[in-house]
Nanobody, 125 residues
Framework: QVRLVDSGGGSVQAGGSLRLSCTAS????????MGWFRQVPGKDREGVAA????????LYADSVKGRFTISQDNADNTLHLHMNSLKPEDTAIYYC??????????????????FSQGTQVTVSS
């Protein structure tokens, strides 16, 4: 059974940084793209970043390009999202995801087979 456990969320002032981490069990990182999604109340969950097995292909939502960096460590099945220059509009629940789909479409249309429980990120102005 696949289990994704994320950590690292919290509260930060605008311009600050946070690093989210996700550890997977029951899932091999070499299977398919992994990534991060986020959701705010009243809106659909949307893709933020995705990374291919081996890291050769990386995708970002336009809203986070140049500020967020996704990385993975296949040795210990850990996925990270480094978030810099955070803005209040980045406030959301962030979810680690595995086995992503529809990556050829807009990040708002990405989907995934597995999600973590989510971690809150709050950015104050």
């Amino acid at each position: 059974q696949v289990r994704l456990v994320d950590s690292g969320g919290g509260s930060v002032q605008a311009g600050g940084s946070l690093r989210l981490s996700c550890t997977a069990s029951g899932y091999t990182y070499s299977r398919n793209f992994m990534g991060w999604f986020r959701q705010v109340p009243g809106k659909d969950r949307e893709g933020v970043a995705a990374i291919s097995p081996g890291g050769g292909s990386i995708l970002y939502a336009d809203s986070v390009k140049g500020r967020f960096t996704i990385s993975q460590d296949n040795a210990d099945n850990t996925l990270h999202l480094h978030m810099n220059s955070l803005k209040p509009e980045d406030t959301a629940i962030y979810y680690c995801a595995a086995d992503l789909r529809w990556l050829e479409l807009s990040p708002t249309q990405w989907a995934a087979h597995y999600f973590s429980q989510g971690t809150q990120v709050t950015v104050s102005s």
